[in-house]
C-alpha cells in the first residue's frame, strides 16, 4: 500500500534552511507521471501548496516562495527532500508531502516551530 | 494565481440532510469536459484526505453520499445523506496550473 512519511528538525532558530525528507513506500518516482508535492499548514490555519517534483526531476515552485525553496528527490531511495532557507516564524506549520498534483495520499506530517 | 473562494465558511446540517459546498474560482480551472478541481476533507490532528477528483470523479473508497460536480469556474461538493463522521473541515484545490492553491475551507457541523 502507499505510504508517506515525512521527517525534519522539529525546532529551528530564525535565519535558518530547514531540511524536510518525505519517505515512501507503494509507488516509485521513476513512473512516468508520478509526482510528489509539498504542502504546509499553519495551526487552525488553510492549507499552502509549496513545490512539487515529477518523476522526470522537472520542478515546480510556488512564486511567493520560489527563491527560499529547493525541492530534489532521490528516487532509488524513495525520497524527495525540501529545503527552505531564511525560516522566520511565518514558517511555522505543519509540513506534509502528498503524491500526485491531486493529493491522493498525504503523511501525518511533521511540524517546524521557529524560535530563538 | 488563481484564487479559490469557497462559501460557505460553515454551515450546520441536520443528520441525513444535504449540505452543498461551493467553490468558485477566479478563472477557469480546465476544459469543457475536465474540471482540474479536488475535493478535500480534513479532520483535526489528521492530514486532509481526497475525496473527489476532477470535479466529478470518486475516490476510491469513498462513501457514495460524497460527489462533486462542476465545471469552468464554479465547482460543488454535494454530502447526503450526511452522517455524524462528516463533521469536518472541506477543501477545494485546482491543480491546472502552478501555484496550485487552496481554498479557505468549509467547516461542518453536524447537528
Known amino acids: 500500500q502507499v505510504t508517506l512519511k515525512e521527517s525534519g528538525p522539529g525546532i529551528l532558530q530564525p535565519s535558518q534552511t530547514l531540511s524536510l525528507t518525505c519517505s515512501f513506500s507503494?509507488?516509485?518516482?521513476?513512473?512516468?507521471?508520478?509526482?510528489v508535492s509539498w504542502i504546509r499548514q499553519p495551526s487552525g490555519k488553510g492549507l499552502e501548496w509549496l513545490a512539487h517534483?515529477?518523476?522526470?526531476?522537472?520542478?515546480r515552485y510556488n512564486p511567493s516562495l520560489k527563491s527560499r525553496l529547493t525541492i530534489s528527490k532521490d528516487t532509488s531511495s524513495n525520497q524527495v527532500f525540501l529545503k527552505i532557507t531564511s525560516v522566520d516564524t511565518a514558517d511555522i506549520a505543519t509540513y506534509y508531502c502528498?503524491?500526485?498534483?491531486?493529493?491522493?495520499?498525504w503523511g501525518q506530517g511533521t511540524t517546524l516551530t521557529v524560535s530563538s | 494565481d488563481i484564487v479559490l473562494t469557497q462559501s460557505p465558511a460553515s454551515l450546520a446540517v441536520s443528520l441525513g440532510q444535504r449540505a452543498t459546498i461551493s467553490c468558485r474560482a477566479s478563472?477557469?480551472?480546465?476544459?469543457?469536459?475536465?474540471?482540474?478541481m479536488h475535493w478535500y476533507q480534513q479532520k483535526p490532528g489528521q492530514p486532509p484526505k481526497l475525496l473527489i477528483k476532477?470535479?466529478?470523479n470518486l475516490e476510491s473508497g469513498v462513501p457514495a453520499r460524497f460527489s462533486g460536480s462542476g465545471s469552468g469556474t464554479d465547482f460543488t461538493l454535494n454530502i447526503h445523506p450526511v452522517e455524524e463522521e462528516d463533521t469536518a473541515t472541506y477543501y477545494c484545490?485546482?491543480?491546472?496550473?502552478?501555484?496550485?492553491?487552496f481554498g479557505g475551507g468549509t467547516k461542518l457541523e453536524i447537528k
Open positions: 476532477y470535479a466529478s
Open positions: 507503494g509507488f516509485s518516482l521513476s513512473t512516468s507521471g508520478m509526482g
Open positions: 478563472q477557469s480551472v480546465g476544459t469543457s469536459n475536465y474540471g482540474y
Open positions: 517534483i515529477y518523476w522526470d526531476n522537472d520542478k
Open positions: 484545490q485546482h491543480s491546472w496550473e502552478i501555484p496550485y492553491t
Open positions: 502528498a503524491r500526485r498534483e491531486y493529493f491522493d495520499y
